[in-house]
Nanobody, 123 residues
């Protein structure tokens, strides 16, 4: 599976961005998807995940109510809508896939990773 993340950029606090992750190589609908982020000097952390059907989602507490993960299996794409962005959301954001039905939150459990897209939120 090849994953290509896009949509990052520079935005002011309170602004919004939508990240996209396009998948290719294997049937997208067989994979649960996740978004993770890594800030400088910090470990990679879970942000959001969605089951392969899209029926289940999970979020880290700090983004609940602000971020929404979704997927379009017909377009082989997963999205992360990020609203009310804060400076502490600044990080490189990665998408990942796992061959499973359910959501997973642990980075090492994922099978494939995209290259990352930078999100910078200015105060």
């Amino acid at each position: 599976v090849q994953l290509q993340a896009s949509g990052g950029g520079l935005v002011q606090a309170g602004g919004a961005l939508r990240l996209s992750c396009a998948a290719s190589g294997r049937p997208f609908g067989l994979y649960a998807m996740g978004w993770f982020r890594q800030a400088p000097g910090k470990e990679r952390e879970f942000v959001a995940a969605i089951s392969r059907s899209g029926g289940s989602t999970d979020y880290v507490e700090s983004v609940k109510g602000r971020f929404t993960i979704s997927r379009d299996n017909a377009k082989n794409t997963v999205y992360l809508q990020m609203n009310s962005l804060k400076p502490e959301d600044t990080a490189v954001y990665y998408c990942a896939s796992k061959y499973t039905r359910v959501v997973h939150t642990v980075p090492r459990e994922y099978d494939y990773w995209g290259q990352g897209t930078q999100v910078t939120v200015s105060s």
